[in-house]
């Protein structure tokens, strides 16, 4: 189907920036939305971040003004700039997508739905 690869966690500074890709392959046939979400320890999994195929964006109160979506259509890509880190912000980030892929049977190709998550990407801010 469509698997998602991360890249760009690691540790920084409160204050500092990171820049996460979520890089999307397979029989893609179109993506619709594609989002951040994240997990702090002892936390359940909340919403960062998504973005839809048209660019409409929606973001968590916590990260409004200091995170960033944005998506390389042309390259089934999206990032997370993250700026003026803190603390708080440390969890694992996972990017999910959902879209349609291409599948067949024996007589023809056709399109069938999907949702996948990456594997996430450890983020940790230190004060």
């Known amino acids: 189907q469509v698997q998602l690869v991360e890249a760009g966690g690691g540790l920084v500074q409160a204050g500092g920036s990171l820049r996460l890709s979520c890089a999307a392959s397979g029989s893609i046939h179109s993506i619709d939305v594609m989002g951040w979400y994240r997990q702090a320890p002892g936390k359940q999994r909340e919403l960062a971040a998504t973005m839809t195929r048209v660019g409409g964006t929606n973001y968590a109160d916590s990260v409004k003004g200091r995170f960033t979506i944005s998506r390389d259509s042309a390259k089934n890509t999206m990032y997370l700039q993250m700026n003026s880190l803190k603390p708080e912000d440390t969890a694992v980030y996972s990017c999910?997508?959902?879209?349609?892929?291409?599948?067949?049977?024996?007589?023809?190709?056709?399109?069938?739905?999907?949702?996948?998550w990456g594997q996430g990407t450890q983020v940790t801010v230190a004060s």
């Open positions: 999910t997508a959902d879209g349609r892929y291409w599948n067949s049977d024996h007589y023809t190709a056709y399109t069938a739905p999907f949702r996948s």
